[in-house]
């Protein structure tokens, strides 16, 4: 940033990865507010998504939609206007961009051109879970999104019967129950999980313990919202 005479720090023409909240709006830094605000365009994956979150801070700028489904076209297009001088600040639907979300594509093109590219951190799903889990952060894997398919699924599970540290995956509530029926079947009912739902919202929940009691919790509640899980490795007990 430079500063003109007193006014609003002006924002050196790069890419802005901007990390936003995964559920309660209070989340988000200051300075994650100050970039929103001083940038020319934010490219979002749903433009009502991230409208929402910018109402809420009364922030108004041109949006610019970039998902799964565009990522290819318009990764050239923002690589292009960070070229020709502008700021763009990229922020997903929640959380930290390019993790298990659109924005890779983008960041690779602005780096091919040795374009700036700055990090703007904040809330992570799969940190925040794993840091109130209780199991062993020192050393852990995040893996995203597993398949779909439930034998693509064994077939994961079986490759971390041994697993020496931690691991997080995301998960659906489509699907979640699917998922701990494999889990189950496969690492048994003694291996500890953390199964953390909604996090940083009004309906929050994170249980700790052996698969079949974590299981059973999550069986007796609503499977509505977003969900991370975390395996602890095979030799790990409460």
């Known amino acids: ?12 023409p790069g890419l802005y990865i901007v990390a936003t909240p995964i559920g309660n709006l209070g989340d988000i830094t200051q300075r994650a507010l100050d970039i929103l605000n001083g940038c020319d365009l934010i490219a979002c994956e749903d433009t009502r998504t991230s409208g929402k979150l910018l109402s809420y801070y009364s922030i108004k700028k041109s949006l610019l939609s970039y998902h799964e489904h565009n990522e290819k076209k318009q990764a050239v297009l923002l690589a292009d206007k960070v070229e020709a001088g502008q700021s763009v600040a990229l922020i997903s639907d929640a959380g930290t961009p390019t993790l298990s979300d659109p924005g890779f594509r983008v960041v690779r093109e602005c780096r091919k051109r040795g374009l700036l590219v700055s990090p703007i951190p904040g809330p992570s799903a799969a940190l925040a879970a794993l840091s109130a889990s209780g199991l062993p952060s020192d050393r852990f894997c995040y893996r995203g999104f597993l398949p779909a398919k439930s034998a693509a699924r064994k077939r994961f599970f079986e490759s971390i019967q041994n697993a020496d540290q931690s691991h997080i995956v995301f998960e659906s509530n489509h699907r979640i129950l699917k998922f701990l029926d494999d889990f189950l079947e496969v690492l048994g009912p003694n291996r500890v999980i953390c199964v953390a739902r909604e996090l940083t919202k009004l309906h929050e929940t994170i249980f700790t313990g052996p698969a079949e009691e974590v299981s059973n919790n999550v069986r007796g509640r609503s499977q509505k919202g977003e969900f991370v899980v975390l395996i602890a490795p095979t030799d790990f007990s409460l």
């Open 1 to 12: 940033m430079s500063e003109c005479d007193g006014e609003t720090p002006l924002l050196t």
